[in-house]
């Protein structure tokens, strides 16, 4: 029996380890991320962003993650990444998602609050052991890029501890996505992590999941800090692409006779695992399934 995700980031947040969370558009990424969880015996959230879910379809996604659960019997779950809106929320729900990211972030606190608080309600009603997110704060930029030039955090895009305490009660969200300094997507500076602010959030809300976004380009040294203060949840979107697609662009070059797409695939899977295999290290999320 593979425990609800609920209870392996109940166990993250005690402990003080964090559930890596990757995102996939495709399936060579999937297996990539697979075969390094099961190597290291990890469990996973694998994200799907609006964009990821519509190109692979809802009930594809949710399928793919269930066929490899079932084969390995290991904790892995689906999460509808960044959602931004009820309706694409409730589509993710009803599809069969483990997980709910609704990100309302760039609305007021109060429209945020409200909207989140129904896909609580509505995801509790279809099932219990969905993990809902909230975000609050919001995030520079985008994940599919990386940057030529620095990127500043405003300090007014932060996450206020007591917003964050406020929205986890009125909400009863099971997760939360405070702003704490990282950015989507890669640029030329590296990010400071607000680490205090992540320690009071955590002082504040002692039983919530406490996510970090933007987790690529963050150095390993602040992500080992943001797990002791508090952070159980990581998620790495833009290292992953970075390898697969540069790894891509090589092969192509190199292997110019090549027309057999799984053997053109082989190197972007191998690439891609070596990085999930490093941060699964990096959040102490190994031998955990
Ligand atoms: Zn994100």
């Given at each position: 029996m593979i425990k609800p995700l609920k209870e392996v980031l109940a166990s993250a947040t005690r402990e003080r380890w964090a559930v890596p969370h990757f995102n996939v558009p495709n399936l060579e990424m999937l297996k990539a991320i697979i075969e390094a969880c099961v190597e290291k015996r990890s469990p996973v959230m694998i994200g799907t962003s609006e964009g990821e879910r519509e190109f692979i379809g809802l009930e594809q996604a949710v399928a793919l993650v269930k066929s490899y659960r079932d084969e390995y019997q290991m904790p892995f779950y689906l999460n509808a990444d960044h959602t931004k809106s009820v309706e694409k929320a409730k589509l993710a729900i009803d599809a069969g998602y483990d997980s709910i990211h609704i990100d309302?972030?760039?609305?007021s606190l109060e429209d945020n609050l409200r909207k989140t608080k129904e896909v609580v309600e509505y995801a509790r009603a279809k099932n219990d052991a969905i993990s809902v997110e909230g975000e609050i704060g919001y995030l520079m930029t985008d994940s599919s890029k990386v940057y030529k030039s620095a990127i500043d955090v405003p300090p007014e895009s932060l996450a206020n501890p007591d917003d964050a305490s406020r929205f986890v009660h009125e909400t009863?969200?099971?997760r939360l996505a405070p702003a704490v300094g990282s950015i989507h997507g890669i640029a030329l500076n590296e990010p400071h992590l607000d680490i205090p602010r992540i320690a009071r959030i955590r002082e504040l809300l002692p039983d919530t999941a406490c996510v970090l976004h933007g987790?690529?380009?963050?150095p390993h040294d602040q992500i080992k800090q943001a797990i002791s203060a508090g952070i159980s949840n990581i998620h790495i979107s833009t290292d992953l692409r970075v390898a697969f697609v540069d790894t891509l662009r090589k092969e192509l070059d190199a292997e110019?006779?090549?027309?057999a797409l799984y053997k053109i695939m082989a190197p972007e899977i191998a690439e891609v695992k070596k990085i999930v295999l490093l941060h699964i290290d990096l959040f102490g999320s190994g031998g955990k399934a």
């Open positions: 309302l972030s760039k609305e009863s969200v099971n987790g690529s380009g963050v110019k006779d090549e027309y």
